[in-house]
């Protein structure tokens, strides 16, 4: 039995790593960010948040702005200069003393890094948070995309759902990206917060059944944040953003973890699956700023399989 105090892991994460067969010290996992970390967010024109909603749901969502957007004073400090827009579900959420998951990534370079912490205040034009853990992850998965222009964001509102309509099956079925907000719940001590992560494959990835999504879970960094989260609380919100025309899906749900299901054999590169129950969305078209170029896949993502074609184990 691992002692938690000598880990950065709760004991989801850790329960995570040990149904996996795998195992992390977690050696880039800081309780401050390193001066490339509040660099790197400093250039970016756009991050990804993780919170909870009143009830307790994880929202994700998604904040624009140009470059400098982000500034980090201090290693334990950033000030974000930007608020969700009032048609935003996650707006009511961001409020002093909220937990947060924050995610930068550069589309160009295939960077990530992630910065968890506390809503420290929030303004008239933007917030800050208190950073208490930090930490990079691999580029893996990540599509190389440049911006190709800036345009007024729409200011519709948002179409609220229970069922996944016509237009969000078509957004999902197209993607090759999107991102996931999760939290470790109540229990998990010092350890415990909102995790906004990043999942990537080639179109068709996710699997569209009625209300259900199902996701293929690739080798990643062995840390299993995600999943050890959702094995003490599987409540989960996912984003979806089609980079042609800025619309946005922000989705709510409860997974189910398939740890050992036979299905996963029929993609290469899946370790195992998890399932998404959708229990609410909205769909927010025009809503993001940026427009962005097709996609290079990642070496490592061409490498991924598709449900509607045979594994390669199996077509052998």
Known sequence: MIDASLTPFHGGELEAQAHAGQFSRGGGIRGFMPDQHRLFFAELPWFFAGILDAQGWPLATVLTGPPGLIESPTPNTLIVRALPSTQDPAAEAFQAGAGIGLLGIQFETRRRNRANGTIAAVGETGFSVAVTQSFGNCAKYIQTRTIEGWTVPGSAEAVEFTRLDAPARQLIAAADTFFVASAAGT?????????????????????????????????????????????????AALLFVDFRTGTVLQLQGAVEILWNDPEAARLDGAERLWRFHVRRGWRRENALPLRWSAPAYAPTTLQTGLWDQPALASAV
């Open 187 to 235: 229990d998990a001590g010092a350890a415990a917060g909102i995790d906004m992560s990043h999942r990537g494959g080639r179109p068709g990835f996710v699997r569209i059944d009625d209300d259900a999504l199902t996701v293929p879970d690739f080798a990643g960094n062995s840390y299993f944040n995600t999943l050890g989260n959702l094995l003490r609380e599987p409540r």
